[in-house]
């Protein structure tokens, strides 16, 4: 049975940061934010939202935008970020993701506006929601990408992903990371390093 949306909690905003060190602000969306999120997917460009989407549309179908902003209904979450600029907050990427509670996995996609690309926006963004992924006791974060996308899939292989060809679409590949290795290895350099002093 689908389960509700919940309503938006104060915690889960966190900052991240251009690589110049301009501040985004990373916070889930609001069902006040339809007309802002729906103006954010039209202004970019027809590649980025034919990647994103993994299809042609020129805006969100009123049934899934109303999904985007139902924050924790089915366990999907949608995280916009926001940039201040000339005292007006700007969406500047988006995210969203989606737990399976039976196999523990974390499906997300993300975009980051045209005017924004090669600034690390989509690196830091994939960061947190590791993070993310990881809090909601995820065992694996993982996509799906046009297998065109070249930016992606270098991203996702940078972050520790792994790319395979997707099982039932060829246009696409899946890239995917296992939170439980990351998190042994983790300790592990940690505890080297704790040895090693
Ligand atoms: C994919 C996307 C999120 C990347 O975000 P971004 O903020 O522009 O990412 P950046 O360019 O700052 O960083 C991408 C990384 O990949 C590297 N990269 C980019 N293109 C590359 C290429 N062709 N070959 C090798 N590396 C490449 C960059 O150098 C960078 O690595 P670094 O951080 O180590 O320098 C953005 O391009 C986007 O929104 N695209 C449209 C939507 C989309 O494709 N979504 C993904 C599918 S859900």
Redesign the pocket.
């Known amino acids: 049975m689908p389960t509700p949306a919940v309503a938006a909690p104060a915690a889960g905003t966190d900052v991240i940061h251009t ?1 110049r060190g301009d501040e985004v602000r990373l916070r889930f969306v609001t069902p006040a934010d339809g007309e802002v999120l729906q103006a954010y997917i039209r202004s ?1 460009s027809p ?2 939202r034919h ?2 989407f ?1 299809g042609a549309l020129s805006e969100l179908p009123k049934a899934v935008l109303d999904d985007f902003v139902a924050l924790g209904r089915n366990d999907r979450y949608s995280l916009v970020g926001m940039m201040d600029r000339d005292g007006v907050a700007d969406i500047v ?1 988006e995210a969203r993701y989606a737990l399976d509670r039976a196999t523990g996995r974390v499906e ?7 005017r ?8 830091a ?1 994939i960061a947190d929601l590791e993070r993310r992924a990881r809090a909601l006791g995820g065992l694996t974060l993982s ?4 297998r065109t ?4 899939i ?2 996702a292989r ?1 972050a520790g992903f792994t790319i395979q060809p997707h099982a039932d679409d060829w246009t696409l590949v899946r890239f995917e990371k296992d939170l439980r290795a990351h998190q042994v290895q983790r300790v592990s350099q940690h505890d080297e390093l704790t040895a090693a002093i």
Request: without cysteine; positive net charge; aromatic residues 6%.
């Open positions: 690589r970019l590649r980025s990647r994103r993994l990427a997300f996609g993300l975009s980051v506006h045209d924004w690309h090669g600034h690390g926006i989509g690196p963004l996509g799906d990408a046009l996308n070249d930016v992606m270098a991203l940078k």
